[in-house]
């Protein structure tokens, strides 16, 4: 299994500009969390999924932020339009069901001038 | 509420000294404890965990002991290494709820 998928690793944008963020979980595993990190705020929760449906939304900072889960097999973090504060590394991450452990993508590292 | 504290850091240390990292919790019911563990450019994985009081969770010469008298989880390890330089993060969890961070410690271990 080739883990938790992130892309892209690496996104510059323009302030203004719509940032589109792509997780592939692990199959079978039926949690999904949106995760944002900053050196200023750590690492904080914006949502997550149980079975493709969200459950939490609460950490997301605003409504130019969107999440979505189509299907088993990937997710979705939109950012309309950016902002330079919303420059973070934004990670992905996974559960199955009666688990206790998350498993961590990589990370999308967004830079917006 | 549910909350985690740990230790801020940077915690800096020269290779083969004794490590601890504090970690103290505040939460409803019984809670799984976690530590995970951030290495340079790479998202967070599971160092060990514990999942009731007395346990301790081990992993890679890393320990911590669940104690609910003290609401405590301080990992602990005995001889660091550099490659153990990373950023640790104490985690809780209610059963039902998502995890909990700490905001996180930074080590350093140097020659």
């Known amino acids: 299994d080739a883990g938790v998928i992130q892309s892209p690793r690496h996104e510059v944008t323009e302030m203004g500009q719509e940032v589109t963020l792509r997780c592939k979980p692990i199959?079978?595993?039926?949690?999904l969390f949106w995760y944002r990190q900053t050196m200023m705020r750590g690492l904080e929760l914006l949502i997550y999924f149980n079975n493709n449906v969200p459950i939490d939304d609460s950490g997301m900072p605003e409504d130019r932020f969107s999440a979505k889960m189509p299907n088993a097999s990937f997710s979705t973090l939109k950012i309309q339009p950016s902002e330079p504060r919303d420059s973070a590394v934004y990670f992905c991450a996974v559960m199955a069901q009666g688990a206790n452990t998350q498993y961590f993508g990589p990370g999308t590292r967004l830079t917006v001038l | 509420g549910n909350s985690v504290t740990q230790m801020e850091g940077p915690v800096t240390l020269s290779e083969e000294a004794f490590l601890t990292i504090n970690c103290t919790y505040t939460a409803t019911g019984y809670p799984s404890l976690f530590w995970y563990v951030q290495y340079p450019g790479e998202g967070l994985q599971l160092l060990l965990k514990?999942?009731?009081?007395?346990d301790k969770g081990s992993n890679k010469g890393f320990e911590a002991t669940y104690r609910k008298e003290t609401t405590s989880f301080h990992l602990e390890k005995g001889s660091v290494q550099v490659s153990d330089s990373a950023v640790y993060f104490c985690a809780l969890r209610v059963p039902t709820d998502k995890l909990i961070f700490g905001t996180g410690t930074r080590l350093q271990v140097f020659p």
């Open positions: 199959s079978g595993h039926d949690y």
């Open positions: 514990a999942t009731k009081a007395d």
